[in-house]
Structures are given as structure tokens and as C-alpha cells.
């Protein structure tokens, strides 16, 4: 009972708390916000894995257009900076009920800023669940502890051209019941630089590599977890 009602009061507390990809740090330059970004006019989240919004945002969270394609380099590191809002500050990341993991992947495209996002060509480069079963420690809670600032390499091996950059958190605080996972992601439009392209990775497609049923979206994190499924498909390595 208690749990239940610990639940309840925080879902309520913390249902207008969302969060945002806002800024993209490359090559020693931290871009303007929104500057590169598909960001949206709303920090809400997309919960129907079945939605194409689920691959670039959009839909009940109109995306502006940005007409900056950001360059990076094949083996380097960017950063993704994460805000409650466009205006917050670096403390104010999002609210640390929402805890989950995060992700980013990528997307070769043949023009970064017309490509729609939705449909095949994702592949995923980085993720984080469950960090710490002893203290049941999220990469939200890791997030929130580094400012918003969610580091991200660029893998060696990748051909060069233009890509989406897919940074993606999902909050697990209402995901007991299906449909209750909260997905933040924004696309970023890169071009990158100095890759072997001697690796062509396996793709997935938006939608479509998420199922409301999978067991690390349809979860009670109210009970202490020994484990955690990171939604998606493996990381793809060099």
C-alpha cells in the first residue's frame, strides 16, 4: 500500500517535470540553444512507441527546423546538454523522480536537415540503465549529477557523411502500466568527419525497436530491481 501510494503522489508531484535536449557540444564549440537541433516548442514527453515521434520528436510537440548541420569527427566525443527547459539552468536538469536510462543513437542520412527522422537506419551508439543495483542508481540520477551533460562518442569506424544524433532518456516513474514510459529525444543534424567506414552497422527502425511490453519500458521501478533491459538493440561497436 504504501508503495502504491508513493507512486501515486509522485506521479502527481512531477507530471508537468520534462526535459529537453537543448545544446550540442562538438569539436571544442558548445552550439547555441536549439542551434543544430530539431527542438521542439514543449518539453513533453512522447509516449507511443508506435508514433513517429518517437524516432525525432514532433507530433503533439511541434519541432522547429534548424538550418545548422553540426560538425563532428568519427572517434571524438560531443556532449548533449539536457534542460528542463530551454531557459533553465545548468541545476535544472529535469526532476529526479524521473529516473530510467539514457541512450543516443545515430542515422546516415543523405541530407541531415530534410531527412523526417522516422523509419529504418538507427543504430545505437552509447547506453545506461541501472548503474548501481546496490543503490538503485539510474543514468538519469548520473545526469542529473553531471549537470545535464550526457557524453557521447562518435564511433571510428563509421563512413563519413551526414547523420541524425539521437539523444534519448526514458522515465520509468509511471511505466507500471503500459503507455506510462515518458521517451525524451531530439534530433541533432551532424556531419561527420575522419571516419574508416570500414564498419557498416546493423540498423532498426523508429518505430518499430521499441514494444510497449518490453521489459525495461513496462517496469515497476518501485521495487528494489536486481537488473534492467535496456529497450532497443545492442550497442554497435568498432
Partial sequence: MFQ????????????????????????GTT?????????????????????????????PNPTTASNVIINVKAGGTVTAVWRHTQ???PGDVVDPSHKGPVMAYMKKVTNALTDPGYGSGWFKISEAGLTNVASQTWATQDLISNQ????????????????????????LHGASSSGGAQFYMECAQINVTGGTGTKTP???????????????????????????TIPGPEVFTC
Avoid: M, W
Fill in 31 to 59: 552550439n547555441g540553444i536549439g542551434v543544430g537541433i530539431r527542438d521542439p516548442n514543449y518539453d513533453g514527453p512522447i509516449t507511443d512507441v508506435t508514433s513517429n515521434p518517437i524516432a525525432c520528436n514532433g507530433g
Fill in 202 to 228: 546493423a540498423t532498426v527502425s523508429l518505430p518499430g525497436a521499441y514494444k510497449a511490453s518490453d521489459p525495461g519500458i513496462l517496469i515497476n521501478i518501485y521495487k528494489t530491481l536486481t537488473s534492467y
Fill in 148 to 171: 545535464g551533460k550526457q557524453t557521447i562518442t562518435i564511433p571510428s569506424c563509421l563512413a563519413d557523411g551526414q547523420y541524425l544524433l539521437r539523444p534519448e532518456l526514458i522515465a
Fill in 87 to 89: 531557459t533553465s539552468g
Fill in 4 to 27: 502504491h501510494a508513493l507512486y501515486i503522489a509522485t506521479v502527481l508531484s512531477v507530471v508537468s517535470c520534462h526535459t529537453i535536449f537543448v545544446q550540442l557540444t562538438a569539436e
